[in-house]
């Protein structure tokens, strides 16, 4: 099936159509969780840097082994890079997951003194942290909200539920910034990303099961979608 065009939206519309997305959201799928395991601001900087290009699932598996291997940033800025690939073989990209978590606890203890720093700018001086990354980590370990972490589903999702025609994230991130409220921006780093893995699919977004499909843009309009019968 050919994808039709999703109808561009006017900012008031996409500021009603936001609220009522982060209604429905927030009902369907309650407090935020976050999906990695960790410990401590650290371990969480580490999981996430880890989790680019594959998922939760499989960083929680190969977590537990680094983290007892290498329990802080001065351990890990000591680590021999070929110990640290083998220990995030598993996550691919593992030979630059390995320099860039490496570097990263060099500069957190050479600079920061073996903490994570806790602002946007000194997050995203560090190798493997763009701003999905920061966002996530200040958030969720610093209870500190400056924007919405925009990844492969977040990126989806705006474009489909018309918040967004950009495609570049810090763009993105900009325009969701601008139609959802401040005090949910916190909760769409996981809301956004949670309904894109469960309903919300690249290839055939569950549209006939989706809570926002009377609203969205986009509805039956993607790929594959699911209709109704």
């Not at 990209?93 to 946007?120: C, D, L, N, W």
């Not at 139609?179 to 309903?199: C, E, K, S």
Request: hydrophobic content about 45%.
């Amino acid at each position: 099936m050919p994808q039709e065009p999703i109808p561009m939206l006017d900012d008031a519309e996409r500021r009603r159509l936001a609220g009522l997305y982060a209604e429905r959201l927030e009902a369907a799928y309650g407090d935020p969780e976050p999906a990695l395991h960790f410990g401590d601001p650290w371990e969480l900087l580490i999981a996430v840097i880890l989790s680019a290009q594959t998922t939760d699932a499989a960083v929680n598996k190969a977590t537990p082994a680094l983290f007892a291997a290498y329990p802080d940033a001065a351990a890990l800025a000591e680590a021999e890079q070929e110990d640290v690939e083998a220990l995030v073989h598993s996550l691919g990209f593992f030979r630059q997951k390995a320099r860039s978590i490496i570097a990263t606890a060099k500069i957190v203890v050479t600079e920061y003194g073996g903490e994570v720093p806790s602002t946007m700018e000194d997050l995203t001086r560090l190798p493997g942290v763009a701003r999905k990354t920061a966002n996530i980590v200040l958030g969720t370990a610093f209870g500190v909200v400056v924007g919405i972490a925009v990844d492969t589903h977040v990126h989806r999702l705006a474009h489909r539920l018309g918040l967004s025609a950009e495609k570049n994230p810090d763009k993105i991130e900009r325009d969701l910034m601008k139609v959802f409220p401040r005090q949910v921006w916190y909760r769409m780093n996981f809301d956004l990303i949670t309904h894109g893995r469960a309903v919300c699919d690249a290839k055939r977004p569950a549209c006939d099961g989706c809570f926002l499909a009377d609203i969205c843009p986009s509805a039956f309009r993607v790929g594959r979608a699911v209709r109704p019968s």
